[in-house]
Each structure stands twice: as structure tokens, then as C-alpha cells.
């Protein structure tokens, strides 16, 4: 029943693209029941009727990119009993983390006719290299399944399913034919945590790794299949430099095509 | 017209394969088997003829397949595909029941068993010798009722292959190519020396009678011959070999041999293998409540003892590396197999070779280490 005892919900914004706090409006069916068992306290996507801390549950979707954020993230953690990280950008450092690999300034002096206006930090960081993080959601963007099943968690006490095996397990559970075997399209899916349910080798799509490295990635096992397939050292690096470029398994993939291959 | 009986032969004209078909259909079954999809021959639900492979084949090799036509019009030209039957009795996803809460208490509500019984149209040799494999497993301590429910209506009408892949070896395995006693029905598709025609062996009543639906004629002389030369012919092109001989001991003595940690530098450990073979059978269960908290189903998915969490126990896994996982997967399959259920656990299918992505050849590592049983690691301690 809707009363004053309902978990208080937050939803937070930091450096990310809002699609990860969309798939929460999108769980049409299941809004109702979530809003009937949480009580959105904060929710700017949503309503702008925001409540004050503290939060029994807070979803943080974006990566830390400005000083600024790398304080206010400490504020939410302190105000939150449960801080779920949700989406590549807060759980690895998303796309925008291709500036670790690269030379800030560099591109401030590039980009902005005034530098000196911008004050920005010189890598971009998962959240969790900045507070303990309870439970993380990967992919760019999450999967609604995912959410409700941790929302349902939190709510019953109990361990959330959120298996961190390969997406091939999801692939052959689904009943796919393997891209990479039967028709030599290079897949991340072998070294790629599950959770998306293989959609992209289902529509005949190498996996992207939008959801990041699995529980216990081999990606050095996966480089020499790559390569035999034709792919160039320089598309082997950017393969791995997308969504989850900074999860530390695959920045060391990316890094060791890269030492391979010396500088550009 | 006389029934037939168990252990006769007849003759199935190509062109009245349709009508075989109906007699399935006809017969309440729903009938599943081989089918292109997806740039493979992949098991699913046959709806008319044209639903099988008709005139295709394919290319397979350790980490790669290909579809590929045929010159003929042969209806199971082909070997095995990245799916088992295993799919059908043991699926990757199944609810096992259900809990409704029920005042301070709760029920539970078992699954109703499926009303409609399959018909497996183009089980080979191996795929029978991996079935009598999962009956064992599925019939320990307590039978697994989704299984065996499915399992027992089914009918099998195996299909003798007309070639090996370079990836089987069941001739290594014992399994076949020859289909034993364990079908309903056995065709052998016969190309050549007449009609495009079928030798149909029945090897249960139910079979029998779901051919006495079907017009077929006594088997001439000739057709048991043409039958056993294609036997002949697939055993002696068999693409690989193991030799089973002293290989539990060898496992099971050897757990520090350095292949271990040769071949798990090259193992991605992720699942393919076990999820393609047919007598892989492990799996995990979870609880999925509803939002309200009234509502709680069961569901059991195949899982892998390739993933980490797989062997969690108490606080840690304990086959924290990669070496040890791939070392627990062979192990058992060719070695304590043999204590736990009384044969081995490969039937020489091949698919864990196609379908390893990196090329990971199980007949290609039991050999070397029967090629240097009492190798020691020279660098490096073992993980
Ligand atoms: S298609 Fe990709 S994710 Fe699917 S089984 Fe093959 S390698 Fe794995
Ligand atoms: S271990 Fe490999 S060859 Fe043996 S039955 Fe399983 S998939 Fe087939
Ligand atoms: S042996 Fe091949 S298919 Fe099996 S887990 Fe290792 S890499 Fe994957």
C-alpha cells in the first residue's frame, strides 16, 4: 500500500547522455507497481516535485568529469542507504573516457575559443573510484529487465540475478547462431558481461561490449581471432575503445594492440 | 496390408516423404528438426517440407562453419549443428513452479507438463548416444519431471549420416555411425542405385505404427546393402580421432600437467562448448518475485562450469582460474564421467570444436598430453 513508509527513490545526472534514466519511463507496464511500492523523491526526468534527502535507494547514471562532481557524488553517497550505479558512463567512465587516453589540454586549446572559461578534470571516472558503490547496472544503455529485477531486490531483501558471465552463454541460451563462427564477424561478446540478452548477434551484429567486461574476461585469448578474421591493429583498438574504453580489462586490450603496434 | 512390426525394413520413396511428414503432423506430434536459419542448420519446428535443408550442407573446421548447397537434392545432406536436442527436453529457460503467497502462508504451483508430444526427425548416432546420456543424469535421486515427461512421449526417428564432418569422431567414442536399437524409426537416405528413396528401419511399436500410415513397400534386397555401405563409407571419413583408451586415468593423475596451462591461455572461458554440447547439463535456478512481493516463480537456465560464479561456494569460487575451469570441464566430461554415470560424457559430436570460437579441439588436447603423460611445468607456477 502507498503510505509514508515507501522507499525513497533518487535518480542522479552526471556526465552521460540521459538514456539510462530513460529506460526507467520506458518500463511502461511496470511504472505503476514501482511507483506504487517507491516513492520518487527525485527524479528530474521525470517531475519536478523534488524531495530532500535521504534517499533509501539512489540510481547514478553519468561518469565524473569535473571537480564539481567529484564532490557532489560524496554529498549523494552520504544521503543514500543504497547507490546503484547504472550504465556504462558511471560504471566504467563511458565513451567520454576516450579522454583518458588522450591529452586534455590538448583538446581544450583545440575545441573552445576561451580555455580559460573551462575548468575540467584531465580523465573521465566510473563512480565508483570515487565512493563505494552497492550494485552496478552495465550497458549503454542498461536493459529494463535489469533495473525492475534490482529494483525488486532492494525492495524483497534479497541478492539481485544479475549474472556477470559472457554474452555467448545469453547467445546460446536464445538459441543464436554464433557470428563469429559461422559467419566470421568479429564479436565482443566472448570477453562482454551478459545482461543484454545477445541482442546484437541475434540480428546477425558483432557484440559492441556496450556492456562492459565480464566477470573474468580473456581478451588476449580473443585478439589472435580478431586479427585471423582481418581486422587491422587500428580497428582492434578502437574495437575495445568504445562505450567501456577505461574498464580496466579493456583498456589493457586496447593498450597491448597498441604497444604492438608502437605509436601512431 | 499387414502391420509392421519391430525390426522390419521398408522402403520410403522420396517423392511420399511428404506424407511421411502428415502422418507426424496427423499423429498429434509436433514435430521439430533440422532447418536453415541464421546462416546455419539449426534445430526448430518443421511446418511443411520446404522447411528442411533440402540441397544444403555445410563446411565445418575447429572455430568455423559455413553453410554451403549440395549438387543434389539430398534432404539431410549434413552433419550436426550448433544446436542439440537437448534444447527440447532440457530448455536453456524453464519456470519449475511457481509460489503464491496464500494469507501468512504461501502454495506453490507446480508447471503443468506440456500436452503436445515431439517427434525428433533427424537424431544421428550421436544424438541417440547423447540422449541415453542425459536420461542417466536426469534420472538420479529424483527424476526430473520436465525432462522425462517430454522425454518419454517423444519419438526419435534418427537419420544415419551420410558423411562425417572433420570435427566427429564418434567412431572414437563408440557412438556410432551406425544407429543402434535406441530409435523409433532409422532412415537411411539413399541417393543412388534408383530413386532418391529412403530405408526405413522401425525400432519401436510407435514407430511401426506411424508408418503404417505412410506407403512405403517391403525394402528390396539391395537397399540393407546401399545402408551399410553408407555407414561404412562415413566411419572411414571421420575427421577426428580420439583414443579413449587409459584417458580417465591420464585426467584424473595428471592435474598439474602443463597442457592445462597451455591450453588456457587460449580458452576465452566463455561457455560456447558446454552450451553447444549435447550432454552438458549444468544449470543454476533463480527466484523471480513480483514488484508486490506476492508472487514468486522459479526458473531453472543452463549455465556453465566456465563461468566464475559457477563453482561459488561459501564467500569465494573455487576455481578461482581459468586453467582450473577448463581442466574441471574436460575432466569430467572424458573422466569422472565414467564414476558419476558409467560411460563418458562425449559422444564424439565435434560441436564443442565448430561452435569454440578460438578453435579449442578436446581431441587435439587429450593427445598431447597422452603424447607426454609426465610433462612438468618448466616456468611459472600453476595458478
Ligand atoms: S555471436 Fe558473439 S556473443 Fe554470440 S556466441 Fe558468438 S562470439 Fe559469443
Ligand atoms: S564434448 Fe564435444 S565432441 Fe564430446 S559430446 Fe560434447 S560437444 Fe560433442
Ligand atoms: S574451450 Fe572454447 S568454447 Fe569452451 S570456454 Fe574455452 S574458448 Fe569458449
Not at chain 1, 181 to 188: D, E, F, K, S
Not at chain 2, 101 to 118: C, I, L, Q, T
Amino acid at each position: 500500500m502507498p503510505g509514508p513508509s515507501r522507499p525513497r527513490l533518487a535518480v542522479w545526472k552526471f556526465a552521460s547522455c540521459d538514456g539510462c534514466q530513460l529506460t526507467m519511463l520506458d518500463c511502461e507496464d511496470e511504472l505503476l507497481p514501482i511507483a506504487d511500492r517507491v516513492e520518487i523523491a527525485n527524479f528530474h526526468e521525470a517531475s519536478s516535485a523534488v524531495g530532500d534527502g535521504p534517499y533509501d535507494i539512489s540510481l547514478v547514471e553519468g561518469s565524473i568529469t569535473v571537480p564539481e562532481d567529484a564532490a557532489r557524488i560524496r554529498e549523494i553517497r552520504a544521503q543514500s542507504r543504497f547507490l546503484v550505479t547504472i550504465g556504462a558512463c558511471a560504471t566504467s567512465g563511458g565513451i567520454q573516457a576516450l579522454r583518458n587516453f588522450a591529452d586534455v589540454e590538448e583538446f581544450r586549446r583545440v575545441v573552445y575559443a576561451r580555455p580559460e572559461y573551462l575548468r575540467t578534470l584531465a580523465t573521465s571516472t566510473p563512480i565508483a573510484a570515487h565512493v563505494p558503490v552497492d550494485a552496478e547496472l552495465r550497458g549503454c544503455p542498461i536493459h529494463k529487465a535489469q533495473l525492475l529485477e534490482l529494483l525488486g531486490a532492494i525492495l524483497s531483501g534479497r541478492r539481485p540475478n544479475l549474472p556477470a558471465d559472457s554474452v555467448c552463454i545469453e547467445c546460446k541460451r536464445r538459441g543464436n547462431v554464433c557470428v563469429l563462427v559461422a559467419r566470421g564477424t568479429p564479436c565482443l561478446g566472448p570477453v562482454t558481461h551478459a545482461g543484454c540478452g545477445a541482442i546484437c548477434p541475434a540480428f546477425h551484429r558483432g557484440c559492441y561490449g556496450c556492456f562492459g567486461p565480464s566477470e573474468a574476461p580473456v581478451p588476449d585469448a580473443l585478439l589472435p581471432k580478431l586479427e585471423a578474421l582481418g581486422m587491422r591493429p587500428e580497428e582492434l583498438e578502437r574495437f575495445f575503445q568504445t562505450f567501456n574504453a577505461a574498464a580496466p580489462a579493456f583498456r589493457a586490450a586496447s593498450e597491448s594492440v597498441r604497444n604492438r603496434r608502437g605509436p601512431p | 496390408m499387414t502391420p509392421s512390426v519391430v525390426g522390419d525394413r521398408r522402403t520410403l520413396l522420396r517423392s511420399d516423404f511428404p506424407q511421411f511428414l502428415r502422418a507426424l503432423w496427423n499423429g498429434g506430434y509436433r514435430v521439430v528438426g533440422p532447418t536453415v536459419r541464421d546462416g546455419a542448420i539449426v534445430l526448430g519446428e518443421l511446418r511443411e517440407e520446404a522447411d528442411l535443408p533440402i540441397g544444403w550442407t555445410e563446411r565445418q573446421e575447429a572455430g568455423t562453419y559455413r553453410l554451403a548447397p549440395r549438387e543434389d537434392a539430398a534432404l539431410f545432406g549434413f552433419t550436426t549443428g550448433p544446436h542439440s536436442w537437448k534444447k527440447y527436453l532440457f530448455p536453456p529457460r524453464e519456470r519449475l513452479w511457481t509460489a503464491e503467497a496464500e494469507g501468512s502462508s504461501f502454495r506453490v504451483v507446480p508447471e503443468p507438463s506440456d500436452p503436445v508430444p515431439y517427434a525428433f526427425l533427424g537424431m544421428r548416432a550421436c544424438d541417440l548416444a547423447a540422449l541415453q546420456i542425459t536420461d542417466r543424469v536426469f534420472d538420479r535421486a529424483v527424476a526430473d519431471p520436465g525432462y522425462h515427461g517430454r522425454r518419454a512421449r517423444a519419438l526419435r526417428i534418427a537419420v544415419v549420416c551420410g558423411h562425417a564432418a572433420p570435427t566427429c569422431f564418434c567412431v572414437s567414442m563408440g557412438t556410432g555411425p551406425g544407429v543402434g536399437r535406441d530409435h523409433d524409426l532409422k532412415l537411411t537416405e539413399l541417393l543412388d542405385g534408383g530413386p532418391h528413396r529412403f530405408l526405413v528401419e522401425i525400432g519401436s511399436s510407435v514407430g511401426a505404427a506411424v508408418l503404417d500410415r505412410v506407403p512405403t513397400r517391403p525394402a528390396a534386397s539391395a537397399d540393407p546393402t546401399a545402408a551399410e555401405q553408407v555407414v561404412a563409407r562415413t566411419a572411414a571419413g571421420m575427421g577426428r580421432h580420439l583414443d579413449p583408451t587409459g584417458v580417465r586415468d591420464l585426467l584424473l593423475g595428471h592435474p598439474d600437467h602443463p597442457r592445462w596451462t597451455v591450453v588456457a591461455a587460449r580458452c576465452l572461458g566463455c561457455t560456447n562448448c558446454t552450451m553447444a554440447c549435447p550432454t552438458c547439463f549444468c544449470s543454476t535456478t533463480e527466484e523471480i518475485p513480483d514488484l508486490y512481493g506476492d508472487r514468486s516463480e522459479k526458473w531453472r537456465r543452463w549455465d556453465s562450469c566456465f563461468n566464475l560464479e559457477f563453482s561459488h561456494l561459501h564467500g569465494h569460487p573455487v576455481r578461482p582460474s581459468g586453467r582450473s575451469r577448463y581442466r574441471q570441464w574436460l575432466t569430467h566430461k572424458l573422466a569422472s564421467w565414467h564414476d558419476q554415470f558409467g560411460s563418458s560424457g562425449c559422444v564424439g559430436c565435434g560441436r564443442c570444436i565448430t561452435w569454440c570460437p578460438v578453435q579449442i579441439d578436446l581431441t587435439e588436447e587429450v593427445r598431447a598430453m597422452q603424447a607426454d603423460p609426465d610433462a612438468v611445468q618448466t616456468t611459472g607456477a600453476p595458478p
